[in-house]
Structures are given as structure tokens and as C-alpha cells.
């Protein structure tokens, strides 16, 4: 377990709809990173969030927003859903000082767009 | 659980023998590696790190090789037990925090 907590775990919904994916950072951990993973296109970084402000930016839809809360837990938000959408999505967190690099994720959420 | 990448590389190996998974990386300027453990239904696992100052690094029963002429990452895992059968990833550091990640090895082990 690495700390990291992430809901729902399984999420299936319709294509055009609206989810949100919530993550919970590891007790300490200021920086929130989300992936999305799927079979074609493998571990894709999508945004970073560390402190509640935007810290980096990979290859996230302009459907796709993020934001981190003063509690420091984030949510993904994913709208206009379309199949391609479906995936996994990870949430990790990484540490304060000299390892701040090293990521711990948690388990995902398995995303099924219909 | 549902594998992730059904197509890709695998690498089969004996139970009690060493195994080496490689990669290519692709940005001379990457300065900074890890490799991580997904096992099936799991979240990536952090295994082992490496900064570009350096060509070696050893952790238990893990090495990882750094070779920055050729672009190249390896991960050798000493007296591979069954609980070492994952998807591997190994993951480049961009810009800021930008971490790009390789597509992933298979490693079986047979008993």
C-alpha cells in the first residue's frame, strides 16, 4: 500500500458525460500527479499539482481539468467523455525536500466509457 | 486483474536466475531515471533511481545501468523470484517534472 488513495475504483458511464476522479496524496506528500493509462498508448502524464497550483502540464485534453485543494487532495475532472476516454487513471504523490522525485501512486481508477 | 499493454515485450526467465530488462530513453538531456513494478491490477511501483552523474546504482537485489552515449537504461534483477512477475516501466525525467514513460516490459517467471 503506498499511501495513496484513489476513488471510485471502477467507474462506467456514457459517452458525452462528466466524471470525476478524486485522489487523496500520502499523509505529508505536497505534489499530486495524474496519468491516464491505456493499452495503446501506455503511462501518459497528464498534470501536476503541487501545493494547489499547477506545477506542469504533459498531454491533457482541454476536456480534462485538475485542481488540488488546501486539504491538498485532488480531483480530475473529465467532460464531453468519449470512448477513447476509457483507461486507467492514476493519481501519485511525491515527497517534500531531496526525494520529491520519487512518485508513489495509488491503485487507479478503471475508467468505461459506453 | 486486467493486464495492461497486451502486446508487449515479454521477457521469460527462470526462477533463481538473473534477469535484465533494457530501455531507450529518448532526451540527451534527461537527468534523472527510475524504473517501476506495475504489478496486475495494481498502481506503478517504485523500484529504483538513478541521476545521469552517475552510471550504476544498486539497490537490493536491483541494479540499474545508465549508459548516456547510447540513450540506454537497464534493470538487473538478481535471482528473479516469482513475485518479480510485473509489467516494467522504465520513466525519464523532462523538463520541471515532466516524467515521460517507456512502454513497458513483461517479465514472466517460470518455475
Redesign the interface.
Known sequence: DSGVTQTPKHLITATGQRVTLRCSPRSGDLSVYWYQQSLDQGLQFLIQYYNGEERAKGNILERFSAQQFPDLHSELNLSSLELGDSALYFCASSPRGTRQETQYFGPGTRLLVL | G?S???HLPTLSVQEGDNSIINCAYSNSASD?F?W?KQESG?????II?IRSNMDKRQGQRVTVLLNKTVKHLSLQIAATQPGDSAVY?CAE?LS?????????TRLSVLP
Request: proline share 8%.
Open positions: 486486467e495492461v499493454g497486451l534523472y527510475i517501476y495494481k498502481g506503478p511501483q517504485f533511481d516501466f525525467k520541471g517534472q515532466n516524467f515521460v514513460f517507456g512502454p513497458g
